[in-house]
Protein backbone atom coordinates (compact mmCIF):
# COMPACT_ATOMS: atom_id res chain seq x y z
CA UNK A 1 0.00 0.00 0.00
CA UNK A 2 1.86 3.10 -1.35
CA UNK A 3 0.69 6.00 0.82
CA UNK A 4 2.77 8.54 -0.83
CA UNK A 5 3.11 8.44 -4.56
CA UNK A 6 5.01 10.23 -7.21
CA UNK A 7 3.37 9.32 -10.34
CA UNK A 8 5.84 10.79 -13.21
CA UNK A 9 9.17 8.98 -12.90
CA UNK A 10 10.66 11.39 -14.69
CA UNK A 11 10.43 15.38 -15.83
CA UNK A 12 12.34 16.98 -18.47
CA UNK A 13 12.74 21.30 -18.13
CA UNK A 14 14.71 23.71 -20.11
CA UNK A 15 16.71 25.68 -17.72
CA UNK A 16 15.31 28.45 -16.99
CA UNK A 17 11.55 27.50 -17.17
CA UNK A 18 9.78 26.50 -14.54
CA UNK A 19 9.72 22.77 -12.73
CA UNK A 20 6.68 20.83 -10.71
CA UNK A 21 6.70 17.93 -9.24
CA UNK A 22 3.34 16.47 -8.06
CA UNK A 23 3.12 14.23 -4.91
CA UNK A 24 0.13 12.67 -3.60
CA UNK A 25 -0.94 11.19 -0.56
CA UNK A 26 -3.62 9.09 0.87
CA UNK A 27 -3.20 8.92 4.68
CA UNK A 28 -5.47 12.01 5.94
CA UNK A 29 -3.15 11.63 9.08
CA UNK A 30 -0.06 12.85 7.82
CA UNK A 31 0.62 16.32 9.40
CA UNK A 32 4.14 17.52 8.21
CA UNK A 33 5.61 16.77 4.31
CA UNK A 34 9.25 17.37 3.17
CA UNK A 35 11.00 17.15 -0.07
CA UNK A 36 14.24 15.62 -0.52
CA UNK A 37 16.82 15.98 -3.49
CA UNK A 38 19.11 12.89 -4.26
CA UNK A 39 21.89 13.24 -6.27
CA UNK A 40 23.61 9.46 -7.83
CA UNK A 41 26.31 8.04 -4.99
CA UNK A 42 24.87 10.36 -2.59
CA UNK A 43 22.11 10.08 0.28
CA UNK A 44 19.18 12.34 0.13
CA UNK A 45 19.35 15.59 1.31
CA UNK A 46 16.43 17.92 2.56
CA UNK A 47 15.25 20.82 0.69
CA UNK A 48 11.73 21.77 1.67
CA UNK A 49 9.18 21.20 4.06
CA UNK A 50 5.53 21.87 5.02
CA UNK A 51 3.59 21.82 7.77
CA UNK A 52 -0.10 20.81 7.27
CA UNK A 53 -1.48 24.14 8.64
CA UNK A 54 0.03 25.88 6.00
CA UNK A 55 -0.81 25.81 2.25
CA UNK A 56 2.70 27.33 1.10
CA UNK A 57 6.18 27.48 1.96
CA UNK A 58 8.88 29.22 0.01
CA UNK A 59 12.54 29.29 0.12
CA UNK A 60 14.70 30.98 -2.71
CA UNK A 61 13.50 29.02 -5.63
CA UNK A 62 11.78 26.59 -4.23
CA UNK A 63 8.15 26.66 -3.25
CA UNK A 64 6.26 23.90 -1.84
CA UNK A 65 2.25 23.54 -2.29
CA UNK A 66 -0.11 21.69 -0.20
CA UNK A 67 -3.75 21.40 -1.44
CA UNK A 68 -5.52 19.06 1.74
CA UNK A 69 -8.36 18.73 0.23
CA UNK A 70 -7.13 17.14 -2.36
CA UNK A 71 -4.73 15.41 -0.65
CA UNK A 72 -1.82 16.45 -3.25
CA UNK A 73 1.57 18.57 -2.61
CA UNK A 74 3.66 20.16 -5.13
CA UNK A 75 7.15 21.52 -5.51
CA UNK A 76 8.08 24.19 -8.01
CA UNK A 77 11.40 25.14 -8.49
CA UNK A 78 12.01 28.22 -10.62
CA UNK A 79 14.23 29.10 -12.74
CA UNK A 80 15.44 25.66 -13.36
CA UNK A 81 18.95 25.09 -13.77
CA UNK A 82 21.40 21.70 -14.60
CA UNK A 83 22.31 21.65 -11.03
CA UNK A 84 18.64 20.72 -10.13
CA UNK A 85 19.08 17.31 -11.97
CA UNK A 86 18.60 14.97 -9.70
CA UNK A 87 15.97 12.39 -8.16
CA UNK A 88 13.43 14.27 -5.95
CA UNK A 89 11.70 12.47 -2.78
CA UNK A 90 8.57 13.40 -1.65
CA UNK A 91 7.91 11.96 2.05
CA UNK A 92 5.14 12.60 4.82
CA UNK A 93 5.32 12.57 8.32
CA UNK A 94 2.37 11.57 11.14
CA UNK A 95 4.46 13.49 13.96
CA UNK A 96 2.38 11.44 16.45
CA UNK A 97 3.86 7.79 15.18
CA UNK A 98 7.31 9.20 14.06
CA UNK A 99 7.06 7.51 10.88
CA UNK A 100 8.33 8.98 7.84
CA UNK A 101 6.93 8.10 4.06
CA UNK A 102 8.71 8.32 1.05
CA UNK A 103 7.04 8.38 -2.66
CA UNK A 104 8.90 6.50 -4.93
CA UNK A 105 10.95 9.29 -6.20
CA UNK A 106 10.83 11.56 -9.94
CA UNK A 107 14.04 12.09 -11.69
CA UNK A 108 14.20 15.70 -12.99
CA UNK A 109 16.50 16.62 -16.13
CA UNK A 110 17.42 19.86 -16.65
CA UNK A 111 19.00 20.66 -19.61
CA UNK A 112 21.10 23.65 -20.83
CA UNK B 1 30.00 19.21 12.06
CA UNK B 2 30.94 15.36 10.73
CA UNK B 3 27.94 13.80 8.81
CA UNK B 4 26.25 10.33 9.00
CA UNK B 5 29.16 7.88 8.13
CA UNK B 6 27.92 4.17 6.89
CA UNK B 7 30.16 1.51 6.13
CA UNK B 8 30.71 -0.87 4.53
CA UNK B 9 29.81 1.50 1.28
CA UNK B 10 29.71 -1.36 -1.04
CA UNK B 11 29.43 -5.38 -0.37
CA UNK B 12 28.72 -8.37 -2.32
CA UNK B 13 27.37 -11.03 -0.99
CA UNK B 14 26.11 -15.24 -1.44
CA UNK B 15 22.35 -16.06 -1.23
CA UNK B 16 22.01 -17.40 2.33
CA UNK B 17 24.87 -15.70 4.01
CA UNK B 18 24.08 -12.45 6.34
CA UNK B 19 25.20 -8.96 6.55
CA UNK B 20 26.14 -6.42 9.01
CA UNK B 21 25.77 -3.06 7.72
CA UNK B 22 26.73 -0.08 10.35
CA UNK B 23 25.88 3.68 10.87
CA UNK B 24 27.73 6.43 13.00
CA UNK B 25 25.26 9.40 13.41
CA UNK B 26 25.90 13.19 13.14
CA UNK B 27 26.94 13.81 17.00
CA UNK B 28 23.73 14.67 19.09
CA UNK B 29 21.70 12.99 17.23
CA UNK B 30 19.59 10.17 18.70
CA UNK B 31 17.10 9.27 16.56
CA UNK B 32 18.88 7.05 13.84
CA UNK B 33 16.34 5.28 10.80
CA UNK B 34 17.27 2.74 8.01
CA UNK B 35 15.85 2.92 4.89
CA UNK B 36 16.16 0.20 1.60
CA UNK B 37 16.42 2.06 -1.47
CA UNK B 38 15.14 -0.20 -4.89
CA UNK B 39 14.61 0.93 -8.21
CA UNK B 40 10.93 1.45 -8.70
CA UNK B 41 10.41 1.31 -4.79
CA UNK B 42 11.65 4.48 -3.73
CA UNK B 43 12.92 4.59 0.27
CA UNK B 44 11.36 2.16 2.35
CA UNK B 45 11.28 2.58 5.88
CA UNK B 46 13.28 -0.44 7.98
CA UNK B 47 13.01 0.98 11.71
CA UNK B 48 13.82 3.77 13.52
CA UNK B 49 16.01 3.98 16.28
CA UNK B 50 15.88 6.42 19.40
CA UNK B 51 18.00 6.52 22.89
CA UNK B 52 18.35 2.73 22.03
CA UNK B 53 15.15 1.66 21.78
CA UNK B 54 13.07 0.17 18.71
CA UNK B 55 10.60 2.64 18.11
CA UNK B 56 9.25 1.80 14.96
CA UNK B 57 9.38 -0.98 12.40
CA UNK B 58 8.55 -1.29 8.30
CA UNK B 59 7.06 -3.98 6.96
CA UNK B 60 9.89 -6.09 6.29
CA UNK B 61 10.52 -9.87 7.35
CA UNK B 62 12.29 -10.71 10.63
CA UNK B 63 15.26 -11.44 8.33
CA UNK B 64 16.24 -7.67 8.97
CA UNK B 65 16.82 -6.70 12.57
CA UNK B 66 18.70 -3.73 13.76
CA UNK B 67 20.12 -2.05 16.87
CA UNK B 68 21.44 1.03 18.52
CA UNK B 69 24.36 1.60 21.22
CA UNK B 70 24.47 3.49 23.92
CA UNK B 71 26.50 6.10 21.78
CA UNK B 72 23.67 6.41 19.06
CA UNK B 73 25.74 4.50 16.25
CA UNK B 74 23.30 1.78 14.76
CA UNK B 75 24.16 -1.07 12.95
CA UNK B 76 21.31 -3.82 10.72
CA UNK B 77 21.91 -6.61 10.47
CA UNK B 78 20.22 -8.66 7.11
CA UNK B 79 20.22 -12.80 7.55
CA UNK B 80 19.87 -15.84 5.08
CA UNK B 81 20.63 -13.35 2.23
CA UNK B 82 18.01 -13.19 -1.15
CA UNK B 83 18.55 -12.19 -4.32
CA UNK B 84 15.81 -9.55 -3.60
CA UNK B 85 17.85 -8.05 -0.91
CA UNK B 86 20.05 -5.96 -3.08
CA UNK B 87 19.37 -2.75 -2.80
CA UNK B 88 21.31 0.84 -1.48
CA UNK B 89 20.60 0.88 2.24
CA UNK B 90 20.35 4.42 4.05
CA UNK B 91 20.86 5.40 7.33
CA UNK B 92 19.49 8.81 8.72
CA UNK B 93 20.18 10.54 11.72
CA UNK B 94 17.73 13.11 13.34
CA UNK B 95 18.08 14.84 16.47
CA UNK B 96 14.31 13.42 16.62
CA UNK B 97 12.08 12.56 14.26
CA UNK B 98 10.78 15.38 12.50
CA UNK B 99 10.97 14.38 9.09
CA UNK B 100 14.29 16.64 8.39
CA UNK B 101 16.62 13.56 8.08
CA UNK B 102 20.66 13.81 7.59
CA UNK B 103 21.60 10.59 5.49
CA UNK B 104 24.41 8.94 4.76
CA UNK B 105 25.68 7.88 1.25
CA UNK B 106 24.41 4.33 1.48
CA UNK B 107 26.07 1.11 1.96
CA UNK B 108 25.52 -0.62 -1.45
CA UNK B 109 24.78 -4.33 -1.43
CA UNK B 110 24.40 -7.51 -4.10
CA UNK B 111 23.69 -10.30 -3.54
CA UNK B 112 24.78 -12.92 -6.22
Known amino acids: DQQVKQNSPSLSVQEGRISILNCDYTNSMFDYFLWYKKYPAEGPTFLISISSIKDKNEDGRFTVFLNKSAKHLSLHIVPSQPGDSAVYFC???????????FGTGTRLLVSP | KAGVTQTPRYLIKTRGQQVTLSCSPI?????VSWYQQTPGQGLQFLFE???????NKGNFPGRFSGRQFSNSRSEMNVSTLELGDSALYLC???????????FGEGSRLTVL
Open chain 2, 27 to 31: SGHRS
Open chain 1, 91 to 101: AALNTGFQKLV
Open chain 2, 92 to 102: ASSLALTGELF
Open chain 2, 49 to 55: YFSETQR
